[in-house]
């Protein structure tokens, strides 16, 4: 008993070694791997990565599935995951934090330092005591599942980089009707439609769609056939659509820097652009946008806005949808140029 008590001496020493080499739980991991800079989805992908014991086709049929993102190569998902699981370099960043704390409330604030000299001590007390809880963290961690951890990164690193080398020859052939991207091959537009940030729910409802498919449909008509009714995902599928159609690789993380329409994040977003261009502004609809509005407005159609907004009212239907149009124009635009 005096062990799990922690009483003082060699028995203390004992159960500090035997708390330090317990594996944290899967809450506390992500935590973890938050603090190292890891996104809070990526966390959840890299634990299911390990979970499964994944293996390279695992990870492929992951990535087409959409059940873990990816990119195309200028906008690679876990290109930079494996350094960031880093825990020496995170705890050594810490530590220094401690130090300037310390140093600022001994009245030796250093140059330069990003201290808040506002807080009083004991919200300076506070953090110390947080970042002393992330450094016994990141030290479990490192000592327990860290190394597995980086194994799947790599796997899932090396994996991307493969699938997508090939997604973007297949993509630049001119005959890219023909080309191997169909269901049950090593990159299919499953892979494509991740890419491009179609959520999993809808990929899984196009996972059999070929690429010659995709481009002789219309992408109104495939949604309606394929019960596609995510409004995000519509919108990005005609941007998909538009973009392979041209010949062009469609990279929707670099268009939406530089298209006014898509970077709309919010409700309050879209408004201001519409009454920018001098649009109605219909409040039902931008109440039903919710965030990524921008993406979500270009893909709305008049048959969704007959059934879900104007059953009775065409004018307003067709004031609607010309307003959809003319911030497709703009979103087109862009597109050209990229």
Known sequence: NSRAEGVVGEDTIVVDCLFQSKPLNQEKEALVMQICGISKQTASELQLLLARNADEEDVIGLFNAGTIHCGFMSSLVWQEIPEKLDCLKQTRAIQMHIQDIEAHMNGELPKGSKINAKLSISEHMNQISLLQEHLNLLDRFESTTNQHYKEVAELAQNTEISMVSMAEQELERAEISVTSLTDGGFVTMGFIFNAVGITEPSIEKLRRISAKEFLLTSVTDMCEYY??????????????????????????????????????????????????????????????????????????????????????QSERIEQVYQTVLFLRSIHDAQLFHQ
Request: some cysteine; charged content about 30%.
């Open 227 to 312: 019960d596609v009714t995510c409004l995000c995902d519509r919108g990005k599928l005609s941007y998909c659509w538009k973009q392979m159609y041209d010949g062009k690789l469609p990279n929707f993380r670099l268009h939406k820097v530089n298209c006014v329409v898509c970077d709309c994040e919010s409700e309050d977003q879209l408004r201001y652009l519409l009454e920018e261009y001098e649009l109605p502004v219909d409040d039902r609809i931008l109440a039903w946008m919710g965030d990524q509005a921008g993406i979500k407005f270009l893909g709305l159609t008049r048959i969704m806005l007959r059934q879900h907004l104007h059953p009775n």
